[in-house]
């Protein structure tokens, strides 16, 4: 009995803090928790900072290994005389930190907090109950060993399946047939250089928040962000299996208990590419007292994989149906809300449920292409053409158009990293490409010339008064506007895009385009990965 408990202090899991249960309730309705860090012995402790060491070690010899593999070829380091004596200084290293990881399990044995730890997640793994769920929240640890609270095979979903959730692919322009072998030599070489380029750097540089040093440079800060939304707000943090396999790793605030008109709404919170719930824009709509569904990328924090778009949907999907069946959501009370590159799984969400009530884009652009060629040379233009096409392809536009609910846009009028131009220019962000395309598939004959040049003058305004000046310019009423829309869209069954107004005049169709383009897009006056106040957050404007 000793030994299996000391063997399961060796291979146990990293524990961060201890969280006590619910003691006292706030005046607006909170539970309080308090909790503590976990503080190990002084030999589990030096143990545990060397095999962290070893672990960053590892991974950047991982990283470089291409280059350190070049590096000992050409210096004449791999052949057989040389590996054997290096295949025996690994053995060696192996052996020293499986011994330093033996100590770190006596120290853990010894340390009467890890011990009831290690029996309350041994009973949850065995008996996934309620009780046991509940004892094991009161726990902060690696969330690799946390045991599976919801999986996509639980419920019959249509659009889930073990080769992953459905994606608009884009499709290729035809081409001649001269020269056909020498384009699909190219081709082959386009598709291979590609591959290596999005496999290596290129997702790194997508998704930094992915990189395991930065989430080890984070951690501290992720570890208080997570304690906040458990002992302030009686968090309850989940582990959702996608249909591909990863691990989901999920924060829910529920404030319904506490009543209140908002808190009957969820909204699911989409973070950008560096962002993750522990810290990123969750803390938004739960300061604004809604009900509340956090989720990290796969690959960032405790979720698993890597955060290619046919994983980022899968795991979309799979909080889509945690929300519903577990949770016990309508689609028709959860409200998505996404911030910068979390914009594609929002649009995504809302194409494939349509049900949902609404939509809220902070930050987010059109199309990943415009952003990804301001970044790299121009020579690059047609290879970083089609690794975008092939492998990132983050369509936002395209899937959102899909869409027949209401749709709310927060454009940063300082925004410096969606912008087409080396400064800040409110005129080349991408998120009035976004509005643009909206407004133009749902309003086509309000959006024609007249229409769309007095938007893309209201969009050049990067003050709030000048937003005003353009908009009393052409003395838009706002009554007259809601009553015209009305008149052709009061019944809900009309769908988009509407064929009203070809015969308006073309002052008409310029207020009516300026009066959707502000219910379509508020301003905020800041930079891009400035926190939106919850004053700033808003549910999108609907006709009826």
Known sequence: MA???????????????????????????????????????????????????????????????????????????????????????????????LGVACLRGWGRWKNVQYLEFVSVLEEAKKNHSPDSKKKLRCYNFDFSHWPADFSWTEVGNPKSSKAGVSLLKHQPRPRGAADGALRSVRALLCHVVSYLIVHSFGRRMLYPGSVGLLQKAMRPMLEQGQAKLIEEFDGQRNKLVACDGNEIDTMFVDRRRHGGSKAHTLVICCEGNAGFYEVGCMNTPLEGGYSVLGWNHPGFGGSTGVPFPQNEANAMDVVIQFAVHKLGFQLSDIVIYAWSIGGFTASWAVMSYPEIKAVVLDASFDDLLPLALKVMPESWRPLVHYTVRQYINLNVSEQLLKYQGPVLLVRRTRDEIITTTNHVDVASNRGNDLLLNLLQFRYPQIMTLEGLDVVRQWLRASTHGEEVSVYSGYQVDDDWCTSVLLSYGGDADVKFPWNYGERMTTREKQQLALFLARKHMRNFETTHCTPLPASEFHLPWELY
């Open 3 to 97: 030994a299996r408990l000391w063997l399961r202090c060796v291979f146990g899991p990293h524990l961060q803090r201890i969280h006590r249960r619910p003691d006292q309730i706030w005046p607006d309705g909170r539970l309080v928790r308090t909790g503590w860090n976990y503080q190990p012995g002084s030999l589990e402790k030096h143990t545990d900072s060397i095999l962290g060491w070893a672990s960053a070690m590892w991974y950047l010899s991982y990283c470089s290994s291409p280059l350190l593999v070049c590096y000992l070829y050409g210096k004449g380091y791999i052949c057989s005389s040389k590996l054997a004596p290096l295949s025996q200084y690994v053995a060696t290293t192996l052996l020293c930190l």
